[in-house]
């Protein structure tokens, strides 16, 4: 059983940056690919980035592509989601997830296990 713990979020003005963190817990992290899913007020969670194990591979929502990074460190059990150029619409609770698959993406039910999210804003 993995436990992930968010943080890093809050208020930003457009055009920021934050760093979200993904602390997990409870399993070997390295065994399980990562992902990123955001959702906004009134909307359904969607997917925003993916991470394979080893890093190898990655993968982006259009929405996010070249604005975000996602990263993982294993020897700190810890994941990334770096986000630049920060707009309003990126506005929401942003939730990170482990897979039990080496390469997980998009669908929300390739993923196993959920943080209790992180809030980040974006003020026009």
């Known amino acids: 059983q993995v436990q992930l713990v968010e943080s890093g979020g809050g208020l930003v003005q457009a055009g920021g940056s934050l760093r979200l963190s993904c602390a997990a817990s409870?399993?070997?992290?390295?065994?399980?690919?990562m992902g990123w899913f955001r959702q906004a007020p009134g909307k359904e969670r969607e997917f925003v980035a993916a991470i394979s194990r080893s890093s190898g591979s990655t993968y982006y929502a259009d929405s996010v592509k070249g604005r975000f990074t996602i990263s993982r460190d294993n020897a700190k059990n810890t994941g990334y989601l770096r986000m630049n150029s920060l707009k309003p619409e990126d506005t929401a609770v942003y939730y990170c997830?482990?897979?039990?698959?080496?390469?997980?993406?998009?669908?929300?039910?390739?993923?196993?296990?959920w943080g209790q999210g992180t809030q980040v804003t974006v003020s026009s």
């Open positions: 409870g399993g070997t992290f390295s065994r399980y690919g």
């Open positions: 997830a482990a897979s039990r698959l080496a390469n997980p993406s998009p669908p929300y039910t390739d993923y196993d296990y």
